[in-house]
């Protein structure tokens, strides 16, 4: 991308899409273009076709999605499918129809196999079910990162895809049944803190394994790929570390700092057992995460104390 160069960010107000503006401003981009949902609702073939009509980016990082945790996921899942493979096939389309130069498309690690090879590589895509959980957000993701692919080989597109691991930081939705794991987290000590608890419950039994990154590190990686890659697989985003939800939560705890009991109710679900992603393909093309864990918690945490409206979304 040239400093000028014309860059639409869909999704600008969520917490991929702010990261990513950050990050391209900060590296000097000048020329960034960004719609609201209420000034351009892209799961709308028609105001999707006539903006890019209008516009012609030049460069396009699609990172608008409908996001959520277990519990949004499992109780929507047809709007979880029906509006993430609207909004993706309208923009990348759209983006091909009038000649966008590169399209990045923004997924996520549910798109791997329920009992993936650990850490998944990008090459274990499609090879065996899916988490039932997420598994209507998971075919979205897998159909837009595949649409890309297709024009690749169709028309000699340069669209290329980023598949991240679990992401946190500012922006973050805080909701108390819709969001992820960290946010969710975050909020739930900070009441229990505020309220003066002696215990709080967490689901599960504390075993699952995840990862996670911090997202001005993913926006970093999104633009440093921009710049330097092309290629019909996708790219993993992550840390190549690990944690047990159970020393996640206590960490949260620490960083919150929560003094109370944490308990944990094994009648709900743990979700995926395992998901690390395999990060090397990242690193070979000279990439590596910067911010740990416990520092991105503190941030995000501060983040969450400095917006309060946030905790309402």
Known sequence: MD?????YVAGHRGMVGSAIIRELERQGYTHIITRTHAELDLCRQDQVEKFFAEERPEYVF??????????????ALADFMYENMMLEMNVIHAAWKNGCKKLEFLGSSCIYPRLAPQPMPESCLLTSALEPTNEAYALAKISGLKYCEYLNRQYGTDYIS?????????????????????????????????AGLKEVTCWG????????????????LCVFLMNNYSGNETVNAGTGKEVTIKALTELVAKVVGYEGKILWDTSKPNGTPRKLL???????????????????????????????MRAER
């Not at 400093?3 to 860059?7: C, E, H, R």
């Not at 999605?65 to 499992?74: E, L, P, R, Y």
């Not at 039994?205 to 970093?220: C, H, I, K, M, Q």
Request: proline share 6%; hydrophobic share 35%.
């Open 278 to 308: 395999d990060v090397s393909k990242a690193k070979s093309l000279g990439w590596e995460a910067r911010v740990s864990l416990e520092e991105g918690i503190r941030l995000s945490y501060e983040d969450f104390l400095n917006n309060p």
């Open 162 to 194: 980023v598949m991240p691991t679990n992401l946190y930081g500012p922006n973050d939705n805080y909701h108390p049944t819709h969001s992820h794991v960290l946010p969710a987290l975050i909020r739930r000590f900070h009441e229990a803190k505020e």
């Open 205 to 220: 039994d504390g075993t699952p394994l995840r990862e996670f990154l911090y997202v001005d590190d993913l926006a970093n």
């Open 3 to 7: 400093i000028n160069s014309k860059i």
């Open 62 to 75: 699609l990172a608008a999605a409908k996001v959520g945790g277990i519990i949004a996921n499992q109780s």
